[in-house]
């Protein structure tokens, strides 16, 4: 079986600006159709990724291969496969929702540009803005037409930058309708966040960087794992119990007078199948299991040493 090639392929990409690193040897893949989250504090070289996958920027060094065309020997093509959406917005405050998009559709002729404006003003739930004034709509609604724009030269990779920063919660909840629709549909998405709910909402994959470096990749699951902190917590009948389940499983976390035990855990299936074979092979029944996870704020802190925010 052929395995397709990934959406987004970047390889040792550096920049600095003056003396000081951006990006420090930055490889990245992006399976086709997928979406991942980048993660990181600010400084981390985030929008730096972006602005190079989206043409902005060029590195100083390292390979970029968008759709499968290489963005330096094949500019043209690369671009054209890419819808970004970003800061500062390219919503034109003076005109419509569909004025606005008939500026990104005017290859296309009149007839064919407003039906392809009514088909995206549709898809993302925007008709109502078709007719107003984008000074005139919520915050929500501006970034949701940013999103929309991006999609006028109909591509197959979609860069978000920051896409819900600032907005309130159903806001940011639209729009996350809006990036698991297309993903749905096939799109390939890469969006940056400090969102930790966000990236844990919509991305199948995370990357994290820290000073211009990848410092971690892979499923939310699996960052969490990689976070300290994770415990299985047993409450035991009796003090007789509490000693048996001890001994079974060397606990250190012991605390006789809550009858209980903190078992280190890494919230797998099988780790959690073998504590309780142990448990059963010396006769310990347990009143309460509690399975406590490290979240992705867990693992950020643990991968680069500073909280989101």
Do not use: Y
């Amino acid at each position: 079986m052929t395995v397709p090639p990934p959406a987004i392929e970047a390889t040792g990409l550096r920049k600095s600006h003056g003396a000081t690193a951006i990006l420090a040897g930055v490889d990245l893949r992006v399976p086709a159709g997928t979406v991942c989250a980048l993660l990181g504090p600010n400084g981390s070289g985030k929008t730096a990724v972006l602005r190079i996958l989206a043409g902005r920027m060029r590195p100083d060094a390292g390979t970029v291969r968008v759709a499968g065309h290489d963005l330096a020997r094949d500019p043209g093509a690369a671009r054209a496969a890419i819808g970004l959406a970003g800061h500062p917005s390219t919503v034109d405050d003076r005109l419509t929702g569909e004025e606005n998009l008939l500026r990104g559709l005017r290859h296309l002729g009149r007839a064919r540009a407003r039906r392809r404006a009514a088909a995206l003003l549709e898809r993302l739930g925007l008709t109502g803005a078709a007719t107003l004034p984008a000074a005139a709509c919520p915050a929500g609604v501006r970034r949701r037409l940013d999103l929309a724009l991006a999609l006028t030269g109909d591509p197959s990779v979609l860069l978000l930058d920051e896409p819900t920063a600032g907005l309130d919660p159903r806001a940011r909840r639209a729009v996350w309708e809006n990036v698991r629709d297309l993903a749905a549909g096939g799109l390939t998405v890469l969006l940056t966040t400090q969102d930790l709910a966000e990236a844990g909402e919509l991305a199948g994959r995370v990357a994290v960087l820290d000073r211009g470096r990848l410092v971690a990749e892979g499923t939310p699951a699996e960052l969490r794992r990689r976070a300290p902190g994770g415990h299985v917590l047993l409450r035991l009948a009796g003090p007789e119990v509490l000693d048996r389940a001890a001994r079974a499983l060397g606990a250190t976390g012991r605390d006789d007078r809550a009858l209980t035990l903190r078992v280190p855990h890494d919230g797998s299936v099988p780790a959690l199948h073998d504590l309780l074979g142990r448990l059963d092979d010396a006769l310990v029944d347990v009143e309460e299991l509690t399975l406590h996870t490290p979240d992705l704020g867990d693992a950020f802190l643990a991968l680069t040493g500073q909280t989101a925010t």
